[in-house]
């Protein structure tokens, strides 16, 4: 996500470190790169010129030009006004202090991916807020198989689905609220709309107007860039709401519909939706996203991922095993798997700062060759994985006809097992200190 601007402002600060020396024709210089980059990334003009004049009057007022840092103080102003552009703080609605049931109204343009975030916001409530029974209500009647794809998604996250009721919005809001069958938030998925069209805007008004939402949040496509603007605006006008909910972050966003829709709207921007998956929904920490914008990475959002997807138990028994020597292919199986669950190396690799990414250089796996060597262990035996050592040039040929690789491919991995399992032997020699790092996301 943000690659383009990311890119951008990594290569302006690398010179700028380059300089040594700040003088006031460097620093306009650069901000006027950093506008560029800005609205290459398509932010609006106004958030760009914005941000642009707050680091310079900041920058001049901490004698920026006068540190023993000013590249690093520079950095830092411009990631302080990148998180105050941002919203500042994470934000949430106090769930807590709305009456039962909760009722979340959602909107947006079609194709925003509005109908994912209602099971995905759905489950998100379950799991992260303590609500006992979420429930997806479709009003989306008009789009082919809208509804059925809801009802999917309901089911996959666990919760209830309110169908169509004779075909009409109103009806089917209507029966939800009447009966909401225990559920103590619901989520209602309106039909996608052109702000611009004056009739379906009166429409999803009515809605909003019968259903009484305690929180209503705006639907947008991080990739929409500064039109994303015009679109809030116009269904902040009609509609009312009360924060954004920004998808497909994990697509080609170029960061203009992030950066645009606080800077100019004044909403917050509430939750992210980060991947494919249900709980690819995310609290929105502006802090975080400005790291990433700027290539300091985001570590922090990595460890909470860990927290809830990777086993502690299975994490430090992997490391007990591993220090003792007893350390199998069907361990490394595992780890695997683990990081699979917080979306592979490329996901891992984007939260951590560019500097650290880029003195791995070619040592970065290749997620393909993760895939090979998943493959190469699952196309032996138990006992293959257990005693490698077993393996002789006819069960070779015949892992690698089992997962689709070649021989050589199959040596490299039991040459890379057997170099691992000798250095964790060195280890477990040496003086008996507290071992610093968890394998792979241990606490």
């Known amino acids: 996500m943000f690659e383009s601007l990311q890119e951008s402002l990594t290569q302006i600060f690398d010179r700028l470190r380059g300089r040594g020396l700040v003088t006031p024709e460097v620093l306009d210089e650069t901000l006027r790169e950093i506008r560029r980059a800005l609205l290459s990334a398509d932010v609006n003009f106004k958030v760009a010129r914005a941000i642009v004049e707050q680091v310079r009057e900041k920058a001049r007022g901490r004698k920026v030009l006068e540190s023993l840092t000013p590249a690093q103080e520079v950095i830092r102003v411009v990631r302080d006004e990148l998180i105050e552009a941002l919203g500042g703080e994470a934000f949430e609605p106090d769930y807590a202090s709305f009456e039962r049931p909760v009722k979340v109204l959602l909107m947006g343009l079609q194709g925003s991916g509005k109908t994912t975030s209602a099971a995905r916001l759905a489950f998100y409530l379950m799991r992260e807020k303590g609500f006992q029974r979420a429930g997806v209500v479709a009003l989306d009647l008009e789009r082919p198989a809208a509804f059925e794809q809801l009802s999917l998604l309901a089911t996959q996250a666990g919760c209830e689905f309110f169908g169509p009721v004779n075909g009409d919005v109103l009806e ?129 959002s990595l460890i909470e991922k860990a927290e809830k997807e990777v086993d502690a138990r299975q994490a430090e028994e992997a490391q007990r095993r591993m220090l003792s020597g007893e350390f199998t292919l069907d361990d490394f199986l595992e780890q695997l798997r683990q990081m699979k669950k917080l979306g592979g190396f490329s996901e891992i690799l984007s939260a951590l700062p560019k500097e650290v990414t880029r003195s791995l250089g070619g040592a970065i796996p290749d997620e393909r060759e993760l895939k090979r060597t998943e493959a190469i262990i699952l196309s032996m035996t138990f006992e293959e994985r257990r005693n490698p050592s077993i393996i002789d040039g006819s069960r070779k040929a015949r892992i690698a006809r089992g997962s689709g690789t070649t021989v050589s491919d199959v040596n490299r991995l039991i040459q890379s097992y057997a170099q691992a399992k000798k250095l964790m032997k060195q280890l477990k020699k040496a003086p008996k200190k507290r071992f610093p790092l968890q394998f792979p996301f241990g606490r």
Do not use: N, W
């Open 172 to 300: 089917t809001a209507r029966a939800a609220l009447a009966d909401p069958r225990g559920c103590d938030v619901l989520v209602f998925d309106t039909q996608g709309r052109l702000h611009v069209d004056d009739e379906m805007m009166e429409a999803l008004a009515s809605v909003a107007t019968l259903v009484k939402p305690h929180v209503s949040f705006l639907v947008v496509d991080a990739m929409t860039g500064q039109e994303a603007v015009s679109v809030a605006r116009h269904f902040d006008k009609r509609c009312g709401f009360d924060a954004v909910i920004l998808t497909k972050l994990d697509g080609d966003a170029r960061g203009g519909a992030a950066l645009s829709v606080r800077g100019v709207t004044g909403k917050p921007i509430a939750y992210a939706g980060i991947g494919e998956k249900l709980d690819a929904l995310t609290v929105f920490h502006p802090d975080r996203m400005a790291g990433r914008i700027l290539g300091l990475g985001d570590v922090l």
